[in-house]
Each structure stands twice: as C-alpha cells, then as structure tokens.
C-alpha cells in the first residue's frame, strides 16, 4: 500500500456557510486510510465542533484584513506535519495558502465557488481583491469549480490553463436528506403551521439571496386572493447584514404574520420537511447547497433562472425557474405551484430523482482522485473519480 497523502484544509470559519459545510463533508468522509488530514482555521464554531474529531486541527485566525505573517506562519505548519496539498477556499484563505504552499514546497489546490468579481464589496476593495487573486493563482495547481459557468470564467476570464480546472459539482447528502425520514414537529409547532401551506426560503439576509424580492412578491400574491393568503405562511431561515430592513419591508407591507423570520438553523433537514414549497429568489449563486437540499426532500422549487440554479434544475422539471429579481414573476409562479399541488408534487419527485446525481459518494470519490493526481500518485490504490467511498 502506497503511504498517505498529507493533506491540509484552510479555511477562514469567520461564520458557519457552504464552503464550511463541504470541508466538513471532505475531512469526514475521505478515507482516512488514504489520507492523513490536517485542518487550519478558527478555533471556534460549527465548523470545528464538526470536524475536530475528524482531523489532526491546527489553529489559525486569518480573520485580519492583510497579514503577511499568515504566510509564514501557514509554511511553518505545512513543513512541520509534511503537507503536500493545501485545499483552500474563500479569497483570503486561497491568498495565504497559495504562498505559503509554495514557499513549503507543497501543491496548492483552490475550490472557487464565487469569482472575485462577484464579490460583495465596495469597488477599491474589489480591485485590491483580484489583484491580490491575481497573484495567488499563479501559484495554485488545480482549480476545483461547482459549475460550468465558474469553469468557463476562470479559463477565459481569468487565463487559467483548462487541464488546471476541474469541475465537481456540490454534494448532497442523500441518506441524510431523506424525503421518507424526518420529524417535522418541532418547526411545525414552533411556527404554528398546522393547516397552513408552508413555504421556506434559506440563506443568508444578504442581497445575493434576493430575499427582498420575495417579500415583493407574497405582497403581489395578497391581492391575487386575499382568502387564500390568509393560510400560507412563509418561513425564512437566515441571518445577515439585511436582517432589521428585510422584518421592516415586512411589516410595511402588513405580512409580519405571514413571514417569518426564524434565525439561522442547525436543523435544516426538519426545516425543509416542514415546507411545502421551496423558494429561492437569488441574484448570484455558485451552486446553492440549500437547492439540493431542498431537491433531495423533493420540496418543488421556485427559483431564479440563474447560472449555478440553471445548471442544477431544469425549468418545467425539477422547479419553476423565473427571471431574477422580479416579483410579479416570482408571486405568478408561486401562485400556480399553490393552486396546483399535483403539479407541485411531480416537481417534488422529479427533483429527488435528479439530486441523486449530485450524491456525496461522489463528491468525495472526485475529490480523491483529483488529490491522487495533484499529488502525482497513480491514483491505483485511491478512489477512482466515479467510485463510490
């Protein structure tokens, strides 16, 4: 048997998102006689309660704007526990990670799951950003994207190398996501749904997610027939900067009873359970983790025709795809879904049938053979990218 390949994981963990939640799927589920795996980042939260038993954890705080001592202080940690790949991702990570394993000698691999150029920051700071990225991808050796819009955009955008891109689509957790297994109860009687019709929106309040949209739209919906808008309901789970204006676009509009805010959730599995309909009105989306899991509960979706959704579900099949960031489409399509649980329902199915294709299986079995061959194993005793782990 070949020896282990060492492999680390960076990440910044300031807050508990996607990119944490596939890290913690990687570092559990990678077969640990394959790996020896190493994880860098925050002391604290979700995240490390998730993975601390997992992998040998080595704290670091790159929550700082710009600290070059990150670089010295990651090589240190890379030449000590031999690391010879890197997986980093969210910009500051990749930047640290990316110099840091080139001054140690080690290969540096990037999962990009949003462009710099989509990025949520003022204009200086966006230029600072790509240039600070221009930098550190000189020094990657393999690109890890989501999807094939993000694929296309590093190889022409930003004049990366096609053999130095690879393409594994988000995962989802198929045994855990089980339409036939969950306990809604909980969120049922928290909420007081019982006899309502259930929709749910999840992520974070912020103006990606397009949530202000939504609230537009249940506003349109209220005059299309009030009687019926009496008993729908729906539950947004998040927090975020947009939290205080979203509750007043709310209650400005008289639908605080019919919105409700939940907070952030640890539960999502029973959350989406409880929902009838899933909606997600967003403006810019990697690939959402919260689509395939509301896809493998086969919830129907109503979401925006954007790249990362457009590429996940087809409009008329898995979901009702509208134009982003307008709510006279978004109420109209919702609507119909209200008044026609059958076709809802065969959206449901159909949409657990196609999150099958993204299983975690193979998310980890891609990622396996993309370390094996950064690596520059032969990949024989590693996964092959189609095996199941």
């Known amino acids: 048997m070949s020896r282990k390949i060492r492999l680390l994981f960076v990440i910044e963990n300031a807050a508990y998102g996607g990119g944490e939640k ?26 490390y309660e998730d993975i601390k038993a997992h992998c040998r954890f080595l704290p670091l705080d790159l929550t700082n704007r710009f600290n ?8 240190r940690m890379m030449l000590e526990h031999g690391i010879e790949i890197a997986h980093s991702q969210g910009a500051r990570a990749d930047f640290y990670c990316a110099f840091a394993a080139a001054a140690a000698g080690a290969k540096a691999v990037s999962t990009v799951a949003m462009p710099v150029e989509g990025f949520d920051v003022n204009p200086l700071k966006k230029r600072v950003y ?43 957790d198929l045994s855990e996501f089980d339409p036939s297994n969950f306990d809604a109860g909980r969120v049922i009687e928290r909420y007081s749904l019982r006899g309502r019709l259930v929709l749910g929106a999840l992520g974070r309040l912020e103006w990606q ?33 947009l939290e205080a204006g979203l509750k007043a676009q709310a209650a400005a ?66 979901a009702v795809l509208v134009p982003s960031g307008n709510p006279e489409a978004l109420a109209d399509a919702i609507y119909k879904l209200v008044k026609d649980p059958e076709a809802a329902a065969q959206l449901g199915a159909s949409a657990r049938k ?31 990218p189609e095996d199941p782990v």
């Open 22 to 47: 596939v890290f913690s799927q990687l570092i559990k589920g990678l077969p640990k006689d394959r790996f020896n795996i190493f994880c860098a980042s925050l002391q604290r939260g979700r995240f």
């Open 68 to 75: 070059l001592r990150n670089i010295g202080g990651l090589k």
């Open 130 to 172: 790509a240039l600070l990225n221009s930098r550190a991808e000189k020094k990657i050796s393999r690109f890890i994207t989501v999807t094939g819009r993000l694929e296309a955009a590093l190889v022409s955008g930003h004049g990366i190398p096609a053999a130095n891109v690879m393409l594994i689509p988000n995962p989802v």
């Open 209 to 241: 997610k397009g949530f202000t949209h939504l609230i537009s739209a249940f506003k349109i919906m209220s005059g299309k027939e009030p009687a019926l808008i009496e008993r729908v309901v729906c539950l947004v789970a998040g927090t975020g900067s």
């Open 253 to 318: 509009a008289g639908l605080e009873k019919n919105i409700i805010f939940c907070g952030e959730t640890a539960d999502v599995k029973n959350f989406l359970g409880a929902l009838d309909i899933f909606v997600m009105p967003s403006l810019l989306e990697g690939q959402p983790l919260a689509l395939l899991e509301a896809m493998a509960m086969a919830r129907p979706v109503v979401a925006s025709a954007i790249a990362g959704i457009s590429e996940t579900v087809t409009d008329g099949e898995q």
């Open 354 to 384: 196609k999150a099958e294709g993204f299983s975690l299986a193979l998310y980890i079995g891609r990622h396996a053979a993309c370390y094996a061959a950064v690596a520059g194993r032969d990949g024989g005793s590693l996964l092959n």
